[in-house]
């Protein structure tokens, strides 16, 4: 996983009018769990510029007033007008304890379905895994060498060592869909 760090400040006091102080200011009131205590803390805004606009998986050294910990941004909820982060949730990574991720998925190879002139429908961006985060990829390669025109590739037909695919084997993850212009050719 890729490597990025958050700079922090415990908060004295919680709640909707404090939270909602701390945002007017450009800060995000955040809360690490998932280790032996809960820590409430706020942070500037701009240090999450990189952990949201990437689709990749990052471990998060968080430094809260010189205690580090290293964690994975487990959830974020944005304003519903103007996209501004509201609130991050970190889950603290502990040694011999599973975690579970959502993992971008990246295509590998050329198909021929496309070079026919078929179209790739990726119906899959990220894929959940659980496993120790040691184990956790940056990625999943899917290989789409061999996707003719029509054709699906599924959970199923990927293979990872050490870490458990959480999503249903049954779902799609790209698909070749024929162009409407040659449906008629191929019926």
């Known amino acids: ?18 939270s909602k102080a701390l945002r007017i200011e450009g800060n995000v009131p955040c809360v690490l769990y998932g280790g032996k205590t809960q820590v409430h803390f706020y942070s500037p805004a701009i240090l999450f510029r990189t952990l949201l606009t990437t689709p990749d998986a990052y471990e998060v050294t ?20 103007n996209d501004q982060i509201l609130h991050a949730d970190f889950l603290e990574i502990v040694e011999g304890k599973d975690i ?12 021929p379905g496309v070079q026919q002139g078929g179209k790739l429908i990726q119906k899959m961006r990220k894929l959940k895994l ?20 029509g054709k699906t590739v599924k959970v ?14 049954a779902l ?7 162009p409407r212009s040659m449906r008629g050719k191929t019926a």
């Open 62 to 81: 968080l430094n809260i007033e010189g205690d580090e910990y290293k964690a994975i941004l487990q959830d974020a909820q944005f304003h519903p007008v």
């Open 1 to 18: 996983m890729k490597q990025h760090e958050i700079v922090g400040y415990n908060r004295a006091n919680l709640g909707k009018t404090e």
């Open 156 to 169: 199923s037909a990927i293979q990872l060592e050490g870490v458990e695919i959480l999503d249903s084997t």
């Open 130 to 149: 659980s496993g120790p985060y040691t184990k956790i990829p940056d990625y999943v390669e899917v290989n789409i060498s061999n996707l003719e025109l």
């Open 100 to 111: 579970k991720v959502e993992v971008p998925i990246r295509f590998s190879g050329i198909s």
């Open 172 to 178: 799609p993850i790209a698909t070749i869909e024929i």
